[in-house]
């Protein structure tokens, strides 16, 4: 009688979707070039499977390899992530505004949603003189501590609230608000004003002023900001520009753009 083999590369590796997703995953911002047994390190999977698996993924266009032979992201990805209607359809109906708003002030201008319970950048304009910023588009940033993230955040639903305030939450600076008294009595000014303010709570020389924008059921969507120089000028003096923006925005949004 013939014994079936084990099945112990599925169940150490997981289904293949998975694996691959692994794969993808092993690249971050520090991590945009890797070789094949970094990537098997940082993906927490075998060589061989590693192997096998980039191979496909080479083929359909996710990954990308260079003479050196090191792996990097595909153009494919991007071509598929830009379909997403929170990205694309949000980004072509805000660009025009963002621009006019980067022309009239030249700072940094960004454009942002929330995925779960962090904010992921969707636009960002650097004015000619900005103060330089952490933030990129496409990267993901801690909802308490950046101006579109309170916005985001106090319009977001009471679990959501309450899973961000339990924490833990990163500091950037003496300045982040780092306990749940701070972010809710921040979160209720940010609702009453109409706009959320962060005060050097990323960098020390950053300030941004950040209003929401609105789907055409009322629910908040995504976020505008402008990030200034701290002492440039004062957040009662940026709130109506953005304001007005977002406003702009929300009568652009497509019916597809939907919220989280």
Known sequence: MQIPAPRQTAERTGPVVARALQIL??????????TLSELSRHARLPVSTVHRLAAELLAWGALERDPAGCYHIGLRLWEIGSLAPRGLGLRE???????????VTREN???????????????????SRAV???????????????GVGLVLLAYAPAE???????????????????????IRAALADTRARGYAVSDRQVTMDALSVAAPIHDARGDVV?????????????????APLL????????????????GP
Do not use: K, N
């Open 222 to 238: 995504a976020a505008v900001s402008l990030v200034v120089h701290h002492g440039s000028t004062s957040p009662h003096a940026l």
């Open 109 to 127: 201008v960004q454009l942002a949603v929330r995925e779960g319970t962090e904010v992921v950048f969707v636009e960002r304009i650097a004015g």
């Open 160 to 182: 959501v609230q309450e899973q961000v305030v339990a924490g833990p939450m990163t500091r950037y600076t003496e300045r982040t608000m780092t306990t749940a008294r701070q």
């Open 132 to 146: 330089p910023v952490l933030t990129r588009v496409g990267g993901r940033f801690a909802l308490t501590a950046t």
């Open 25 to 34: 995953g092993a690249f971050t911002p520090d991590r945009r070039s890797l």
């Open 243 to 258: 304001r007005t923006s977002a406003r702009a925005i929300s009568r652009a949004l497509p019916p597809s753009t939907l």
């Open 93 to 103: 109906a805000a660009l025009p505004y963002l621009e006019d708003l980067s022309q």
